[in-house]
């Protein structure tokens, strides 16, 4: 791979990982409330995503370092955890809500498998409007035992719509683990009758990388939908108020030991990685500082984005 392309990743990756740890530092000093799903230790694959992927795409909540990979700056992110004016959703949506239409990234949903169907909706959309590129969805292992899930397997692969499939498989839906819920534990098996399967490792943001290209490839030749598998981890509880406790400490150190951060660290010059880490401190501490100083949004803007202004008149 190019070097600077891998500069540009393991950049990301360390932006990513800060910007996260920042946030629980930030929600625990109260400065930030509600939901809150890190993403520390799956970022190779978040950022492999994001920085390989042309088209619309479609997360779920856990999804700060791909709105940040995607070109959203930290300032407006972290300002949007704050619930502030200058966050990329004005404030009003909070962790699960990034979203940028000028940027192609359409959240951030809080309903577990409610996405996909959307993303269906768009790479429809897209065929329609001849254009090339298509959609792609992230969703986690415990989303594929939705039936909003199997509904979108089934009609893109009849339609044969430009749609790249992504499972983040880290094997747990919040607490429970995936042979409990799951008669798979390899997600593909459900799909394998629609489309080609793909398995990445989602621990290594190079391999992602790859795999998206050429996933994104496979949807421009107009032969339908492809799903790639990428297993990896969670470093953290599903959300900050996950104690993390149904996860034995062997199984964490097993984890910690696929850091994708590290496993690049090792392909990068070290003087680049020293400069970038007082780099992305310094970006990180700026984002803090903006999202602090920035504004609440105003009491009388309450109903501003809810209803038209006709509508307005009725609901108040
Ligand atoms: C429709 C719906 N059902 C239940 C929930 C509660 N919920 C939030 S995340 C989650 C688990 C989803 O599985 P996965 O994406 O694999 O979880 P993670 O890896 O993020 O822990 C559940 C059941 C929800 N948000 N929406
Ligand atoms: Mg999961």
Redesign the pocket.
Known sequence: MDKTLMQDLYYSMLLGRYFEYAAKENYFQGSISGFL?LDIGQEGLSVGVMKAFEGDVFT???EHVMALSRGMSAKTVMAELFGKIDGVSKGRGGSMHMFSPELNFYGGD?????HIPNAVGCAYARKYQGKKTGSLVV?????TN?GGFFESINIASAQKLPLVFLC???Q???G?RIDKVSSFTKQAKKVEAYMPTVEVDGMDVIAVYEAIKKAGEYIKEGKGPIFIEAMTC?FEG?SISDANKYRSSKEMKECKDLDPIKKLKTLINEDYSEKIEIQVIQEIEEAVAFAQESPEPSLKDLYKYMFTQEGLKHAL
């Open positions: 799903h779920t909540y856990r809080a309903i577990v498998g409610g969703f986690g292992d415990g989303a939705c983040e498989n880290n747990y839906a919040i429970t969670r599903h």
